[in-house]
């Protein structure tokens, strides 16, 4: 791993190099209490496809320091934009899934001159309805206290299908319900707290949104928040999909930046 330092919090991320230096550069950015090796697939097809990847452990995960206090979405987009800066990186693809998702649309809606576009894989609730919004919100309030069958409920029951990788649903449960309870608690408080909306309305990159089955935002509803977004949709797996279908995921990542992105 390598680390960068913004303010007093080490932030940990790991480097692929391209075979070409022209080719540009992915910024990939893991979900809720995940970390880089989630997108490991997805680095790696873009290695082989020449361009750089640059994989992040947002603070509060992976390698990253955990300091105890707030992780509002934008701080996450903050410090996205700082590794981008301190390693020059040349205005690059942004990739989030969950709420990566939203990280990259805030960087993109705060910082648009460090990226040329976004890719949003099946990204928490851009606008989550109230009841959405109060499950949620009762989910972290039960974590807080101690109790985190709810939490393991929403991984097991809500992010997987029952026809999805068993093997890789328990890795993934295992991994999210053991992440330090402050960091899960604020981190989420984060999402409920993120205004959506307004990032979308400030987003002027081109953006591609990769829904799961079933998708966190209606795709209508994300056409509203963010005209001209792409839509597409992975075929036979839940929140996961880029671990799950790794090449769907691809192919289409890849077909939004050589129709979409000048490098």
Same mark, same amino acid.
């Given at each position: 791993?390598?680390?960068?330092?913004?303010?007093? &919090?080490?932030?940990?991320?790991?480097?692929?190099?391209?075979?070409?230096?022209?080719?540009?550069?992915?910024?990939?950015?893991?979900?809720?209490?995940?970390?880089?090796?989630?997108?490991?697939?997805? @680095?790696?097809?873009?290695?082989?496809?020449?361009?750089?990847?640059?994989?992040?452990?947002?603070?509060?995960?992976?390698?990253?320091?955990?300091?105890?206090?707030?992780?509002?979405?934008?701080?996450?987009?903050?410090?996205? @934009?700082?590794?981008?800066?301190?390693?020059?990186?040349?205005?690059?693809?942004?990739?989030?899934?969950?709420?990566?998702?939203?990280? &990259?649309?805030?960087?993109?809606?705060?910082?648009?001159?460090? &990226?040329?576009?976004?890719?949003?894989?099946?990204?928490?609730?851009?606008?989550?309805?109230?009841?959405?919004?109060?499950?949620?919100?009762?989910?972290?309030?039960?974590?807080?206290?101690?109790?985190?069958?709810?939490?393991?409920?929403?991984?097991?029951?809500?992010?997987?299908?029952?026809?999805?990788?068993?093997?890789?649903?328990?890795?993934?449960?295992?991994?999210?319900?053991? @992440?330090?309870?402050?960091?899960?608690?604020? @981190?989420?408080?984060?999402?409920?707290?993120?205004?959506?909306?307004?990032?979308?309305?400030?987003?002027?990159?081109?953006?591609?949104?990769?829904?799961?089955?079933?998708?966190?935002?209606?795709?209508?509803?994300?056409?509203?928040?963010?005209?001209?977004?792409?839509?597409?949709?992975?075929?036979?797996?839940?929140?996961?999909?880029?671990?799950? &279908?790794?090449?769907?995921?691809?192919?289409?990542?890849?077909?939004?930046?050589?129709?979409?992105?000048?490098?």
């Amino acid at each position: 791993m390598l680390y960068l330092t913004h303010g007093d &919090v080490k932030l940990a991320y790991e480097d692929l190099q391209g075979t070409a230096s022209d080719n540009g550069t992915f910024v990939f950015v893991h979900g809720w209490t995940c970390n880089h090796t989630y997108f490991k697939p997805q @680095a790696e097809f873009a290695q082989k496809a020449g361009y750089r990847a640059v994989s992040v452990d947002l603070r509060g995960h992976g390698f990253s320091d955990k300091p105890t206090g707030d992780y509002p979405i934008e701080q996450f987009a903050d410090d996205t @934009a700082h590794i981008i800066q301190s390693l020059g990186l040349d205005r690059p693809v942004a990739v989030g899934h969950s709420m990566g998702g939203l990280t &990259v649309l805030a960087l993109a809606s705060r910082h648009p001159e460090l &990226v040329r576009g976004i890719v949003m894989v099946d990204p928490a609730p851009i606008d989550p309805p109230p009841q959405m919004r109060e499950a949620i919100a009762s989910m972290v309030n039960s974590l807080e206290s101690g109790d985190a069958g709810p939490q393991k409920s929403f991984v097991r029951d809500v992010l997987f299908l029952p026809t999805d990788d068993k093997n890789l649903r328990n890795k993934v449960l295992k991994e999210m319900t053991t @992440a330090p309870t402050h960091v899960a608690v604020a @981190a989420m408080r984060g999402v409920l707290d993120f205004d959506g909306k307004n990032a979308a309305k400030n987003c002027n990159v081109p953006a591609l949104h990769i829904a799961a089955e079933p998708p966190l935002n209606r795709q209508r509803e994300i056409s509203k928040l963010l005209p001209g977004v792409i839509n597409a949709q992975t075929s036979g797996a839940g929140h996961f999909n880029h671990l799950l &279908v790794p090449t769907q995921v691809n192919d289409m990542i890849n077909y939004f930046v050589k129709n979409f992105i000048s490098w």
